[in-house]
C-alpha cells in the first residue's frame, strides 16, 4: 500500500511559505502522493492554485485534489484547469472529485444544492470528452485519456458514478472497518457497470503527532471544521491520530482491507508534524516498493 500526505492549506493562517516547503520535503520523503482539500466558504487555499505551486517546486510526487467539489465548477473549465496541472507535472495529477457535504459552499457559489447530484454525474460525463477529443479547452494532458479520476461519496449513486466515469474510488476516513464496507461496495459497483479490473482505492485518516499541545490544538481544528455535523465532530476529533502505534495500526488496518493508497491529513500546521510522519512510515513505503522489510 502507498502512503501519502495532504497539504495543511485549511488550516487556520497557515502561510503559503509554509506550504510550498511542506510540500518540497513531501517530495524529498517516503511519500506517494501530495493531497489537497476544497472548501469555498472557508478560508482553505483554492486547491489547483494550490498543486500549481506545487507542481513548481516538486519532480517525483504524484499531486491530487482530496477532493475538489465538483458542481461548483464547469465542465470546460475543470477540464482545462486539470489538464494544465497535469501538463505541468509531467502526468503527475490524480483529480480526486465529489458533490461536498456543506451546503454553504454551494450557497457562496451561487450553486443549486438540490441538484449537485446530477450535476457531477454530468459534469463527469463531459470532462473526459474535452481531455480526448483534441478540442480548443487545451492543454493536452500529459496522461493519454486524461488524467486518473477518484470520486468519492457513500451514497449508491456516488458508488454508480465512480464505477461509470472514474478509474478508483475515495473513502472519507474512519476506521478500516468502516473502509472495508465502503471497499466492498467500490468493488461491487465496479463489477455490476462491465468494467474490467478493479478501482484503485484510496483511504485517509488525520494526525497531529507533536504531544499534548499539538493533540489539542488538532481535535480543536476538527471539532470547528465539523461543526457542522454537529455532535458527530466530538466522534471525529477522537478519532484523530495522536500516536506513532496508532499510525502503524491504521496502516496495517486499511492495508488488510484491500487499500491501495492511504492519504494522512495533518491537523496541525506544523513541519516537524510531517518529519514525524515521514519517519513513521518509512519502513511501509519502503516495503511497498520492494526495497525494504515490513516495518515491525
Known sequence: MKIGVNLPSDLPTVAGELLLEWARRADAGPFSILGVTDRLAWHTYEPFAMLSAAAAVTQRIRLMTAIAIAPLRHAALLAKTAATIDALSGGRLVLGLGIGPREDDYEVAG?????????????????????????????????????????????????????????????????????????????????????????????????????????????????????????YSEKIAEGLLTTPQAIVQYVRGYEEAGCDEILFFPAVADLDELARLADLIAPFAAAALGTGEAAS
Not at 487545451?138 to 468519492?152: K, L
Open 111 to 231: 450553486v443549486e444544492w438540490r441538484s449537485r447530484g446530477r450535476r457531477f454525474a454530468e459534469l463527469l460525463a463531459e470532462i473526459r470528452t474535452f481531455w480526448e477529443d483534441g478540442s480548443c479547452v487545451g492543454p493536452r494532458p500529459a496522461r493519454t485519456g486524461g488524467p486518473e479520476i477518484a470520486v468519492g461519496g457513500l451514497s449508491d449513486a456516488a458508488f454508480a458514478r465512480m464505477a461509470r466515469y472514474a478509474d478508483g474510488y475515495v473513502h472519507g476516513g474512519g476506521s478500516p472497518k468502516v473502509f472495508t464496507r465502503a471497499a466492498v461496495k467500490a468493488r461491487n459497483a465496479w463489477l455490476d457497470a462491465g468494467r474490467p479490473g478493479r478501482p484503485c482505492l484510496r483511504g485517509q485518516g488525520y494526525f497531529a503527532l507533536g504531544g499534548e499541545s499539538a493533540v489539542e490544538t488538532g481535535a480543536r481544528h476538527l471539532k470547528h471544521y465539523y461543526s457542522f455535523l454537529g455532535p
